[in-house]
């Protein structure tokens, strides 16, 4: 690619070299969660650039900043209009799928607490909880009573065997 003198992003000459390279792992930033209209994530690795070390940096500058305009891009297709509406329904699309999922799985986590019994309300999980703490009280204690009544019983055992043996 080329810069063209009013600042867009031509096709370059296969014959020119490039003063500047700018390699983008679009793969990593697309996992990374970036999407058009954001700016790049402030992470090493996901912009190199290589050749002119002031427009390297020049370049390396912007490109932390660049926001790509959708509907800039879209409108040179399809009109600016329907750039607009396409974005904007784009938009909407994406605030829907995420309330989609948001709803979702808070209905099954209600529908997995309430109605099935699968999983246990909040407040039925801390008495749950604290119920479980009392029982393993209780249980220590009981099993420091029968330590010491096991104690107690050999002793009387070696106390009678020692009777029986006289």
């Given at each position: 690619?080329?810069?063209?003198?009013?600042?867009?992003?031509?096709?370059?000459?296969?014959?020119?070299?490039?003063?500047?390279?700018?390699?983008?792992?679009?793969?990593?930033?697309?996992?990374?969660?970036?999407?058009?209209?954001?700016?790049?994530?402030?992470?090493?690795?996901?912009?190199?650039?290589?050749?002119?070390?002031?427009?390297?940096?020049?370049?390396?500058?912007?490109a932390k900043s660049w926001r790509p305009d959708i509907e800039d891009l879209l409108s040179q297709y399809v009109g600016d209009v329907a750039a607009v509406q396409l974005v904007s329904g784009a938009k909407r699309l994406t605030s829907l799928a995420v309330q989609f999922v948001t709803r979702t799985s808070e209905n099954v986590?209600?529908?997995?607490?309430?109605?099935?019994?699968?999983?246990?309300?909040?407040?039925?999980?801390?008495?749950?909880?604290?119920?479980?703490?009392?029982?393993?009280?209780?249980?220590?204690?009981?099993?420091?009573?029968?330590?010491?009544?096991?104690?107690?019983?050999?002793?009387?055992?070696?106390?009678?065997?020692?009777?029986?043996?006289?």
């Amino acid at each position: 690619m080329t810069i063209e003198h009013d600042g867009r992003l031509c096709p370059a000459d296969p014959a020119v070299m490039p003063d500047v390279t700018l390699t983008i792992d679009t793969a990593r930033l697309w996992r990374e969660g970036w999407r058009p209209g954001r700016p790049f994530p402030e992470r090493a690795g996901l912009v190199h650039v290589s050749g002119d070390a002031a427009m390297a940096q020049t370049l390396s500058t912007l490109a932390k900043s660049w926001r790509p305009d959708i509907e800039d891009l879209l409108s040179q297709y399809v009109g600016d209009v329907a750039a607009v509406q396409l974005v904007s329904g784009a938009k909407r699309l994406t605030s829907l799928a995420v309330q989609f999922v948001t709803r979702t799985s808070e209905n099954v986590a209600e529908y997995a607490a309430h109605e099935t019994k699968l999983l246990l309300p909040d407040a039925a999980l801390r008495e749950h909880a604290n119920d479980l703490a009392m029982l393993n009280k209780s249980l220590d204690a009981l099993q420091g009573s029968v330590q010491s009544l096991q104690a107690r019983l050999d002793q009387l055992v070696g106390q009678v065997r020692s009777g029986e043996r006289s």
